[in-house]
């Protein structure tokens, strides 16, 4: 008997060998992982794999998840390697920013632009064939280059036909079941300064570490859904041992920043769900940006997805009507609040003081998100003219952007700049739309893209910064010293605040208790 378990074992670790899995598998393997929380073991398990196949595979998951398992390709099994790695990892992040440009990409461009990377990578035998460009479209899950995107403006004439389109089709649902969701960009660390005052260096470069955050609402101005965020890296050093699901936004990332079609067919799934368990059936308006255009879109049970007339988001998309600004201008209230705060106290010590980082950027876009009133979401809706009581002749000169409660953002924006130590400040319309004003000059150059394929990328200041691990201890005598200060200085500080940190005080004393009875145990064993 024995024998024939160790034959049985044997043609079993062959048949792992052996086992390959699709490219739409490795998507599906993926998916599972990131949605249903399975460890590579499970996973490995299910698929008939090995532990390391599977983890080799999650290592490329952003890849596996863009995969389109609607073409022909889905169903290989291995992936052609390109004789010019290099050469290829270029052209692919420049496809991306000429796709996220809304730019229309014919093959002979993308043959020429592979010649000059060829070039700068000193490559003399690379020909850019047609037989390379196809299988670079493969590989790349690049199967059309035409992007139908918002560049140019729509007839003027044709808005209000438009409208009253809209108007019918909206028709059909209650207010609170209408949504619209738009992307933006956010340049989180952003001060309203051109240079520091009492910097020792001066002219310094505005920082512009970017993020995209996705904003969703609907017409009643009741419902909000949490910010989508999307960051560079998985996890930054600030975010080590934080449970992703207890942030205040859905947290995503990619090594750019931008926003994905896997991405956003995970928000519309969530989002699907989300109106299952309500029991709800909605429709949600969005714009037909590229990344929007994921497979499977028109399978969602409980939402249906409504793309708006190309180039016309600036007069019919709500979210480009006041929300979006409303969210920036209420972000940089809190960031410059943050920022006056922080100057006073390190102005003793050191006239510069750190910083924000991201988690401190994910709390404040996310109470920034909470300050945009029901008012602003509804006037904006109001002024995009496509609801049914709207009247579909209305004009967009009939609203006026600045409503009493932005001007009074505005004016209180202002007042907290005018308390910063700066020089040379941005005006407020420059500061408060300044992420889309530098979005253009944010594309890399064919440099920059070669540097960072060779890996001579600057490392984010976010990811190269060390974070100060705090010891049990240190946090009991902060604590201690905290409680003294407010004991010795008559703060106005009520008793149920007291209270609160005695409680915290305790808590953390019973936590190291806990673990050093734990270490015990484990040491026993």
Same mark, same amino acid.
């Given at each position: 008997?024995?024998k024939?378990?160790r034959?049985?074992?044997?043609?079993n670790s062959?048949?792992?060998?052996?086992?390959?899995?699709?490219?739409?598998?490795k998507?599906e393997?993926?998916?599972?992982?990131?949605?249903?929380?399975?460890?590579?073991?499970?996973l490995?398990?299910?698929?008939?794999?090995?532990d390391s196949t599977?983890?080799d595979?999650?290592?490329?998951?952003?890849?596996?998840?863009?995969?389109d398992t609607?073409l022909?390709?889905?169903n290989?099994?291995r992936?052609k390697?390109?004789n010019?790695?290099?050469?290829?990892?270029?052209?692919?992040?420049?496809?991306?920013?000429?796709?996220?440009?809304?730019?229309?990409?014919?093959?002979?461009?993308?043959?020429e632009k592979?010649?000059?990377f060829?070039?700068?990578f000193d490559?003399?035998d690379?020909?850019?064939?047609?037989?390379?460009?196809?299988?670079?479209k493969c590989?790349?899950?690049l199967?059309?280059f035409?992007?139908?995107g918002?560049?140019?403006?729509a007839?003027?004439?044709?808005?209000?036909q438009?409208?009253a389109?809209l108007q019918?089709?909206?028709?059909?649902?209650?207010?609170?079941?209408?949504?619209?969701?738009?992307?933006?960009?956010?340049?989180?660390?952003l001060?309203?300064?051109?240079?520091?005052?009492?910097?020792?260096?001066?002219?310094?470069k505005?920082p512009k570490?970017?993020?995209s955050?996705?904003?969703t609402?609907?017409?009643?101005?009741?419902?909000?859904?949490?910010?989508l965020f999307i960051?560079?890296?998985?996890?930054?050093?600030?975010l080590?041992?934080?449970?992703?699901?207890?942030?205040?936004?859905?947290?995503?990332?990619?090594?750019?920043?931008?926003?994905?079609?896997?991405?956003f067919?995970?928000f519309?799934?969530?989002?699907?769900?989300?109106?299952?368990?309500?029991?709800r059936?909605?429709?949600?308006?969005?714009?037909?940006?590229?990344?929007?255009g994921?497979?499977?879109?028109?399978?969602?049970?409980?939402v249906k997805v409504h793309?708006?007339?190309?180039?016309?988001?600036?007069?019919?998309?709500p979210?480009?009507?006041?929300i979006?600004y409303?969210?920036?201008?209420q972000?940089?209230?809190?960031?410059?609040?943050?920022?006056?705060?922080?100057?006073?106290?390190?102005?003793?010590?050191d006239?510069?003081?750190?910083?924000?980082?991201v988690?401190?950027?994910?709390n404040l876009?996310?109470?920034a998100?909470?300050k945009v009133?029901?008012?602003?979401?509804?006037?904006?809706?109001?002024?995009?003219g496509?609801?049914p009581?709207?009247?579909?002749d209305i004009?967009d000169?009939e609203?006026?952007?600045?409503t009493?409660e932005?001007e009074?953002?505005? *004016? #209180?924006?202002?007042?907290?700049?005018?308390?910063?130590?700066?020089? @040379?400040p941005?005006?407020? $319309?420059e500061?408060? &739309? !300044?992420?889309?004003?530098l979005i253009?000059?944010?594309e890399l150059?064919? *440099? #920059?893209i070669v540097?960072?394929?060779?890996?001579?990328a600057a490392? @984010?200041?976010?990811?190269? $910064?060390?974070?100060e &691990? !705090?010891s049990t201890?240190?946090?009991?005598?902060?604590?201690?010293?905290?409680i003294?200060?407010?004991q010795q200085?008559?703060?106005?500080?009520?008793?149920?605040?007291?209270?609160s940190?005695?409680?915290?005080k305790?808590?953390?004393?019973?936590d190291?208790r806990?673990?050093?009875?734990?270490?015990r145990?484990d040491?026993?064993?």
């Amino acid at each position: 008997m024995g024998k024939v378990k160790r034959k049985d074992l044997g043609n079993n670790s062959q048949n792992k060998k052996r086992k390959f899995l699709s490219f739409a598998q490795k998507k599906e393997l993926c998916e599972k992982h990131r949605d249903q929380n399975l460890n590579g073991i499970q996973l490995a398990k299910e698929y008939g794999i090995s532990d390391s196949t599977v983890s080799d595979i999650l290592k490329k998951s952003e890849h596996w998840l863009s995969i389109d398992t609607t073409l022909p390709s889905a169903n290989n099994f291995r992936e052609k390697i390109s004789n010019y790695p290099q050469i290829e990892e270029a052209v692919s992040i420049w496809v991306d920013q000429q796709i996220s440009r809304n730019l229309i990409l014919s093959g002979p461009i993308i043959r020429e632009k592979a010649k000059e990377f060829a070039t700068l990578f000193d490559i003399n035998d690379f020909s850019a064939s047609g037989g390379w460009l196809k299988n670079f479209k493969c590989r790349n899950n690049l199967h059309t280059f035409k992007i139908s995107g918002e560049a140019g403006s729509a007839p003027i004439n044709e808005i209000s036909q438009m409208r009253a389109e809209l108007q019918e089709i909206l028709a059909e649902y209650e207010l609170r079941n209408i949504w619209n969701c738009d992307e933006t960009a956010l340049f989180w660390r952003l001060e309203p300064c051109k240079t520091i005052a009492h910097s020792p260096v001066l002219g310094k470069k505005r920082p512009k570490e970017r993020v995209s955050i996705l904003a969703t609402c609907n017409a009643s101005g009741n419902e909000k859904l949490p910010l989508l965020f999307i960051h560079k890296y998985k996890t930054p050093r600030v975010l080590k041992g934080i449970e992703k699901k207890s942030l205040p936004v859905w947290y995503y990332w990619n090594s750019k920043a931008w926003m994905q079609r896997s991405i956003f067919m995970h928000f519309l799934e969530r989002l699907n769900s989300k109106m299952v368990r309500e029991r709800r059936h909605i429709i949600l308006l969005m714009d037909n940006a590229k990344c929007h255009g994921c497979e499977n879109i028109s399978s969602l049970s409980n939402v249906k997805v409504h793309f708006l007339p190309p180039n016309t988001t600036s007069h019919l998309q709500p979210l480009d009507q006041g929300i979006i600004y409303s969210l920036k201008a209420q972000y940089r209230k809190l960031l410059c609040q943050n920022r006056i705060q922080a100057y006073e106290f390190y102005e003793e010590d050191d006239p510069i003081p750190p910083p924000i980082d991201v988690l401190d950027s994910i709390n404040l876009i996310a109470e920034a998100w909470e300050k945009v009133t029901k008012k602003t979401i509804i006037d904006s809706w109001a002024k995009a003219g496509i609801l049914p009581d709207n009247n579909s002749d209305i004009s967009d000169d009939e609203f006026n952007n600045n409503t009493d409660e932005e001007e009074d953002n505005i *004016e #209180e924006l202002q007042l907290l700049i005018n308390e910063l130590p700066i020089t @040379d400040p941005l005006s407020i $319309e420059e500061y408060i &739309n !300044i992420d889309d004003e530098l979005i253009a000059e944010e594309e890399l150059s064919l *440099e #920059e893209i070669v540097n960072i394929v060779k890996g001579q990328a600057a490392v @984010d200041d976010d990811e190269a $910064e060390e974070i100060e &691990n !705090i010891s049990t201890s240190d946090a009991l005598n902060s604590i201690e010293k905290l409680i003294k200060y407010v004991q010795q200085n008559n703060l106005g500080i009520n008793n149920l605040d007291m209270q609160s940190l005695l409680n915290l005080k305790k808590k953390i004393i019973s936590d190291k208790r806990k673990r050093k009875r734990q270490s015990r145990l484990d040491d026993f064993f």
